[in-house]
């Protein structure tokens, strides 16, 4: 590992020194004002981090390094961690270095799988996948020798050895759950060691042998999600539990539990649940009338239409723009996927003049397409899709928080204030 390791040394190293030269240049630079709207209003907009993994721009969506969608779509995931935490795509020795780690550390405990085992058959995968997780923190390196005692200066390297610990054994982990819910419990305990991170999901979820492109959309699924900068509810509460020295199995865990929200990562069960309402109501292949009607019904019920509107992005996400794509070339006839059609044509215009315009963003996010592709392959219990996703975005947290602890950044802390305060203060303006 040592050239992964040399690599991210290097990086910490170059952005810890223009940091300094921005703190020691304009330690007093004003960034921005901060309103009453925005501390009333989820600190939306609020620049508040610094985050070098990934970046989103509101009209081009998830930037990697300099690098847009269509420039890393056909990556790996492996290729995608080593970018997200170095700045830079693997040369092939470097990858195959890396997919070999993986795969030495791939082994999910026994213990966790009684653990999980014993758990009701009604419990949401996404808790099991959180809890799985938690059910490994005793290996914590980082832990282990931060209670020996270690300089700041080696805390990065702990991370980065217990997130490529935890990482691969995601596939393994998730396709547990999947298996102990809804295949009577059979893991598919063999493995292939020729198999990349998405193949082993793919195979350990037990599609394989049914149709081999399912792992093309897997590998397509775990790079489109891994990262969406440092703000987003998921990646922001793994920043803030890892900033206490909270090792990177609680942080994963604790930002896990924030992507389980229906307004974040649980996006893509709800929109899949929405299209089935859809057939349900009106059959497999509803006209686009149908479909404008269940939509205002909808929002009559006081409902949020699921996949649609962004707190960043101002266009249709790229991400559902590529799974679009794979669709048109892969399943371009499933009805889930022509429903997803169907919504694109007539979301965007019934959100514009929803609420008085207030909608910030009326186009698809990657949540309205992603689950229907899911789905076409075979993966038709949707209360999963979630965890499909949190495998992939641990691959961001891990980044994130390698780097943050290189950067030495201190523990998250923002001070809130009472309304009573705010009232007084305002007063005084
Ligand atoms: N349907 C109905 N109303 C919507 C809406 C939608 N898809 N998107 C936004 N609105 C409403 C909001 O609820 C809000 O109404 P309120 O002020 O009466 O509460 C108003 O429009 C303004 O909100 P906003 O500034 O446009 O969005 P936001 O930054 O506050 O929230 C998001 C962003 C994603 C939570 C919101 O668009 C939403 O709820 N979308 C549906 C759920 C979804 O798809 N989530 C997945 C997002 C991507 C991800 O994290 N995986």
């Known amino acids: 590992m040592e050239k992964l390791i040399e690599k991210v040394k290097r990086r910490i190293e170059s952005l810890a020194q223009e940091l300094e030269h921005i703190y020691n240049d304009y330690p007093e630079a004003v960034i921005g004002e901060i309103t009453v709207k925005n501390i009333l209003g989820g600190m ?27 420039d890393f779509e056909d990556k790996s995931p492996e290729e995608i961690f080593f970018l997200l935490v170095t700045g830079s795509l693997p040369s092939v020795d470097e990858l195959n270095e890396l997919k070999s780690e993986f795969n030495k550390r791939s082994r999910v405990p026994q213990h966790v799988w009684t653990t999980l085992k014993s758990m009701s058959q009604t419990t949401h995968p ?65 493995s292939d060691e020729k198999l990349d991170l998405a193949g082993n999901l793919t195979y350990r979820l037990g599609f ?61 069960q709800v929109c899949l649940n929405f299209i089935t309402c859809i057939h349900d109501q009106f059959g497999n292949n509803p006209t686009v009338d149908q479909v404008r009607d269940f939509v205002t019904a909808t929002l009559d019920a006081g409902k949020v239409i699921p996949g649609y509107g962004h707190a960043v992005l101002r266009v249709t996400d790229p991400r559902f723009t590529s799974f679009m794509k794979f669709g048109d070339a892969h399943c371009s006839d499933s009805p889930y996927l022509q429903t997803v059609k169907k919504l694109f044509q007539v979301v965007p215009d019934i959100l514009r003049s929803y609420k008085g315009g207030k909608v910030a963003n009326p186009w698809p996010n990657v949540d309205a397409i992603s689950g229907s592709l899911l789905y076409h392959y075979g993966m038709t219990h949707y209360e999963f899709y979630t965890v499909m996703f949190g495998i992939s975005r641990v691959l961001g947290f891990c980044a994130q928080n390698t780097i943050a602890r290189g950067l030495h950044q201190p523990i998250i802390r923002p001070k809130s204030v009472t309304t009573a305060w705010l009232k007084e203060y305002l007063k005084k303006q």
Request: aromatic share 10%.
């Open 126 to 190: 996404m808790t099991m996948f959180s809890i799985g997780i938690l059910a490994m923190e005793g290996e914590s390196v980082f832990k282990q020798k931060y209670a020996r005692g270690i300089p700041k200066s080696d805390y990065w390297k702990y991370t980065l050895e217990d997130s490529l610990n935890l990482i691969a054994k995601l596939p393994e982990l998730a396709a547990g759950i999947y298996r102990i819910l809804f295949m009577n419990g059979e893991l598919i305990d063999t």
């Open 208 to 268: 394989n042998r049914h149709n081999p492109s399912f792992a093309d959309l897997n590998r397509l699924y775990l790079v489109l999600h891994c990262d969406h900068e440092g703000g987003n509810v998921s990646a922001f509460t793994s920043r803030v539990v890892n900033s206490a020295l909270s090792n990177i199995y609680l942080a994963a865990s604790a930002g896990l539990n924030g992507l389980a929200g229906p307004l974040h990562g649980l996006a893509n």
């Open 44 to 70: 939306r907009g609020m620049k508040s981090l610094v985050c070098n993994t990934s970046y989103v721009d509101p009209y081009k969506g998830l930037f990697i390094s300099d690098l847009e969608i269509p």
